[in-house]
């Protein structure tokens, strides 16, 4: 039995391929995601490795609020340069270096262009000279408080040289300097994993990047031949108390690279994620390929029931041949993962600023991945095919046609039950009850949904394909195309379901975002009462910022009657980590935002009071004249008094500080401001004036207020692309389905295209048939798509109502495109069937059994 089933699997090679090669692009997308992140998880192991090869022990202040990768940007405090002579009194110490360095000093290149870094760091710190890692290139190193080296990186992509004028934005605007060298690191690279690095003199470094001389934000330690660092941290820190963060090298090296491993697992998650949606159309594929194939089989497996074969070993038989295309895909996908993982590596290394990646490897976690994934999901889609064969009955070997399609009762049903439990599912996610499995409630009843959807397809497609083929009944090739696709229900409802998760997940996505911009748009024009609005594109880990002297010459602008600056940053609340805001003009921003009290007055704002919107004082607890302790990321705790409580908008809300506060915190400059001009006052007679006070602020911009509404809503268009790519895997193999059904069904049909050849259908018409019947179904999975697509974004968008998305937005002409592709892949999927059926030799055909 196992030799038949081997020989039978080798005879039809081309089913083998097909079937396969859904499993391949799936599993390619698993181990690919796996390859990825191992491959940059080891480069970011070299490069902070190499960071403190000269650090035995670190000595830093603990920051004022804790962060996580995840959150934002921790900020290191300064402490007092008298702390580097205690670290120098421990015994041990050999050489003790103070440093400063901070995020945030951007060079200004010499198109007058701020240098933008895509997810590195752009560091600004106190130049320390050369050792064992960092080495001059050219020039060297800055001695007065006007100069500054950089890094070989900033070098190049500013396209600046030794003796130009530069201009370097940190806490403080845009000022010129002299560069006086640019250095590299050893091993011939020219940044730290893409980090932009300029360095200034001690002095300069600590007024600009902290703020205030005589301090420092850490210390690196040699320690003298044979002294244990983990002995000589523990010494330095009861040395210095519990005020003070003191580790060894390896210790810093580990938790900076497994703080941005952190951030990787999630990128790993949802490349996994669209991995299983591809894998989940496949199932699809593979279910279909399995049950055509006995279907044709019939007579065969009949054959051997009659010889004797057993129930099991017909089961056996059909599962033995998913396993051997299981396998193969398997390889064949891990390989492939391998070369995309690494594909993607080197474009996130070029991308990242040049990132030295680490050798492509492949962790054990992508082979056992490959396998388990390939051979899981083809035993499945295996499984009812299986079943099918062994209850073939050997009187069936008499019979000269496949086995006829069964009721559609049973699934009928069944499609129903489960549909119903997923969109019960689905309704329990989005309505906010499932608790901490909120997500996973959704994502469950989306899964289950589409199941359902799919066992309900048969039925549905009787209808709506034969309403479909209609359309190309205009001729004799035309109506035996849509005969043929309705002919099988089921066959045709599987092959249509896979290119409906595709299109349904596009679908409900572009409903959802599309929404949401319509959404914010409505909101924004309605509720922003500013004509002008100063901001920029946040590229990095730090917003765009500006001079706030920007706002007060705006201020006396012809035309400009109120600005209000807005800064943000994270605090520490009550013991509560969370976000705060800082206005220049607490009254303009109520004009502005047209902003109404709840409680207390929000009209004006002392410098030891704040105020919070009315939701998170109800969560809270908070009410008038209560007492808040805040810590902002710079500076010490300060208590506020709550003096006022503001009606919450979708646009504004959280907590509010007196300007004052700003100079805490981590960017003390503003990162948006609004400009309302006064009446008869145009945006044409204003705007070049603002433009001309930003000319030290290259970061940001002004812009009316619907560019900026534009501005906001673009990174969503970002997003729906990036779906959308990676939805591409999924409905490329739904494509592939179709080509697989269209190419056995022409097996399976092989007398009867040939009696209809005998008859007098030309080679052209043949092509006509299959090519119909191919576009029939794409349209049909296509229109089911974009309908259920349709209906889960609209579900979703009307559970993030009470979030402010209340604006349902179909995206007709996107939905109509969809359809008119499905059509045009209809035809393309068609091409090599339709060539086949053309190319049969009548008189084989007819004989053909």
Excluded: C
């Excluded at 006396?556 to 943000?568: D, F, M, R, S």
């Excluded at 809270?620 to 209560?626: D, E, F, H, I």
């Amino acid at each position: 039995m196992l030799r038949a089933t081997l020989k039978s699997l080798l005879a039809r090679k081309l089913r083998l391929v097909l079937s396969g090669l859904a499993v391949v692009l799936g599993v390619m997308f698993v181990s690919g995601a796996f390859v990825l992140t191992d491959t940059l998880g080891r480069s970011f192991d070299a490069v902070f490795s190499s960071a403190y090869s000269q650090t035995d022990v670190g000595v830093a202040a603990k920051p004022k609020i804790e962060m996580s990768e995840m959150e934002g940007e921790e900020v290191q405090a300064p402490f007092p340069a008298s702390v580097l002579d205690e670290v120098r009194s421990v015994p041990g110490v050999a050489k003790a270096t103070g440093t400063v360095a901070a995020d945030g000093a951007q060079v200004i290149g010499s198109n007058g262009k701020v240098l933008t870094s895509f997810g590195p760091p752009q560091i600004g710190q106190a130049w320390t000279g050369e050792d064992g890692l960092t080495e001059l290139r050219e020039g060297r190193g800055p001695t007065a408080d006007n100069e500054i080296a950089v890094n070989v990186t900033v070098a190049d992509a500013a396209k600046i040289k030794v003796g130009d004028q530069v201009r370097v934005q940190t806490l403080e605007p845009a000022k010129p300097f002299t560069l006086v060298g640019i250095f590299g690191y050893s091993g011939g690279r020219d940044s730290l994993g893409g980090v932009q690095e300029v360095a200034f003199t001690e002095k300069a470094a600590q007024q600009l990047l902290v703020g205030e001389t005589g301090v420092y934000t850490g210390i690196t330690v040699k320690a003298d031949s044979g002294v244990s660092h983990t002995k000589l941290r523990d010494e330095i820190a009861t040395k210095l108390g519990t005020g003070y963060e003191v580790k060894t090298g390896q210790q810093l090296s580990d938790e900076a690279s497994d703080s941005l491993k952190e951030g990787l697992a999630f990128f790993n998650n949802i490349l996994l994620g669209f991995a299983g949606v591809a894998l989940f159309v496949g199932i699809f594929l593979i279910l279909n390929t399995f049950s055509i194939i006995v279907a044709q089989r019939t007579r065969e497996l009949a054959l051997m029931r009659a010889v004797g074969a057993s129930r099991g070993q017909m089961i056996g038989s059909v599962l033995v041949e998913a396993i051997v295309i299981g396998l193969l895909a398997s390889v064949l996908g891990l390989g492939a993962g391998v070369g995309v993982g690494a594909l993607l590596a080197y474009a996130f290394g070029s991308l990242g600023g040049g990132l030295q990646m680490a050798s492509v490897g492949i962790p054990l976690a992508a082979v056992i991945s490959a396998f388990v994934v390939g051979l899981f999901v083809t035993v499945i889609a295996a499984v009812l095919p299986a079943l099918r064969a062994s209850r073939i009955p050997p009187v069936a070997a008499m019979q000269d046609v496949a086995t006829p399609d069964r009721p559609l009762t049973k699934i009928t049903v069944a499609g129903a039950v489960v549909g119903a439990i997923g969109g019960a599912l689905l309704g329990l996610g989005l309505s906010g009850n499932a608790g901490d499995s909120t997500l996973w409630t959704i994502l469950a009843g989306v899964l289950v949904t589409f199941i359902g959807v799919a066992l309900l397809t048969p039925l549905i497609s009787k209808p709506v394909v034969a309403l479909l083929g209609r359309l190309f009944s205009w001729s004799v090739p035309g109506k035996l195309g849509r005969l043929n696709s309705g002919r099988n229900p089921r066959r045709t409802a599987i092959t249509a379901a896979a290119l409906m998760v595709g299109i349904a997940l596009v679908t409900g996505v572009t409903v959802i975002l599309d929404s949401a911009k319509s959404s914010f748009t409505s909101l924004a024009e309605n509720t922003i009462d500013a004509e002008l609005v100063i901001s920029g594109t946040q590229t990095g880990p730090r917003p765009p910022s500006f001079d706030p002297a920007v706002l007060d010459q705006a201020a006396k602008l012809p035309g400009v009657q109120e600005t209000a600056g807005i800064y943000w940053d994270r605090a520490v609340i009550n013991g509560e980590n969370d976000g705060v805001t800082a206005i220049s003009d607490v009254a303009a921003l109520t004009d502005i935002y047209h902003a109404k009290a709840t409680a207390g007055t929000i009209s004006s704002l002392g410098d030891d009071q704040m105020l919070v919107d009315a939701d998170t004082a109800k969560d809270k607890g908070l009410s008038v004249g209560q007492s808040l302790t805040v810590q902002t990321t710079r500076g010490d705790a300060k208590t506020y008094t709550l003096s006022g409580i503001y009606e919450a908008s979708e646009l504004y809300g959280g907590f509010v500080l007196p300007v004052a506060a700003a100079k805490d915190f981590a960017v003390p400059k503003p990162t948006q401001a609004y400009l309302k001009l006064a009446p008869g006052t145009t945006v044409a007679q204003v705007q070049p004036q603002v433009e001309a006070l930003l000319a030290n602020s290259p970061e940001v911009s002004v812009a009316d207020r619907a560019t900026f509404i534009d501005q906001q809503t673009s990174s969503l268009d970002g997003v729906l692309q990036m779906i959308q790519i990676l939805l591409a895997l999924a409905i490329l193999i739904a494509v592939l389905g179709i080509v697989n059904t269209l190419a056995l069904s022409v097996l399976e049909r092989t007398r009867e295209l040939g009696l209809l050849r005998a008859i007098g259908l030309r080679r052209a018409q043949t092509m006509r048939m299959v090519t119909v019947e191919a576009v029939v179904i794409s349209m049909f999975g296509a229109i089911l798509g974009v309908v259920v697509g349709s209906g889960l974004g609209a579900s979703v968008v009307r559970a993030l109502k009470d979030q402010g998305i209340d604006d349902l937005v179909l995206p007709w002409a996107q939905m109509g495109l969809f359809v008119g592709v499905a059509a045009i892949v209809g035809v393309v999927a068609a091409v090599l069937p339709a060539i086949r059926a053309a190319r049969l030799d009548v008189l084989r055909a007819i004989a053909h059994e």
